[in-house]
């Protein structure tokens, strides 16, 4: 149960765009399509951005968008804003039927 | 609306027990899938447990032997019973519902849990 991997830090102007990865193996990512992201400011619970690789929850800003290849996600965020600095985590179920979270990155808008 | 209410932390010497709760509202726990993540301070999230609405449970490597979810359906409320706790056992706790298909659309505020001497 080894922890995805992510970029420790991401920055970028605002009106930008960024992408954040999440690399795992073909027993968690590269082998189901339930690859979720999580934004989370300081103190605050994380909160749902992407589920199953692309889909957005309602409500959740369409500058958000998911994708996945092999066994690498990706998380990006277009016209960056200053609300967008937080840590965004990916999550993937495995194949033993358990969830794993990514290492974490930081967004930080320059 | 949904909302979920952790309790239950504290601090708690190493080798002690703890148990923490999350009460749901506006939705039945014992029909979801419901989940606990931790995240120890200044760190990432680590996913802890799961159990389906069948009753079927899971756990990470880090926790199994030690850590034991449950729910109680008349309460509406989901439980930790974390036995055997160690310094790295420190970390916010939060309970949230997992879809079914493994992401997380609610969650609570956390408790946080100090295990220490």
């Known amino acids: 149960q080894s922890a995805l991997t992510q970029p420790a830090s991401v920055s970028g102007s605002p009106g930008q765009s960024i992408t954040i990865s999440c690399t795992g193996t073909s027993s968690d990512v590269g082998g189901y399509n339930y690859v979720s992201w999580y934004q989370q400011h300081p103190g605050k619970a994380p909160k749902l951005i992407i589920y199953?690789?692309?889909n957005r929850p309602s409500g959740v800003s369409n500058r958000f968008s998911g994708s996945k290849s092999g066994n690498t996600a990706s998380l990006t965020i277009s016209g960056l804003q200053a609300e967008d600095e937080a840590d965004y985590f990916c999550s993937s179920y495995t194949s033993s039927s358990t969830r794993v979270f990514g290492t974490g990155t930081q967004v930080t808008v320059l | 609306e949904v909302q979920l209410v952790e309790s239950g932390g504290g601090l708690v010497q190493p080798g002690g027990s703890l148990r923490l709760s999350c009460t749901a509202s506006a939705f039945t726990v014992s029909s979801n899938y419901m989940t606990w993540v931790r995240q120890a301070p200044g760190k990432g999230l680590e996913w802890v447990s799961v159990?389906?609405?069948?009753?079927?449970?899971y756990y990470a490597d880090s926790v199994k032997g030690r850590f034991t979810i449950s729910r109680d359906n008349s309460k509406n409320t989901l439980y930790l019973r974390m036995n055997s706790l160690r310094a790295e056992d420190t970390a916010v706790y939060f309970c949230?519902?997992?879809?079914?298909?493994?992401?997380?659309?609610?969650w609570g505020q956390g408790t946080l849990v100090t295990v220490s001497s």
């Open positions: 199953e690789v692309s």
């Open positions: 949230a519902r997992d879809s079914g298909y493994a992401f997380s659309d609610y």
């Open positions: 159990i389906y609405s069948g009753g079927s449970t």
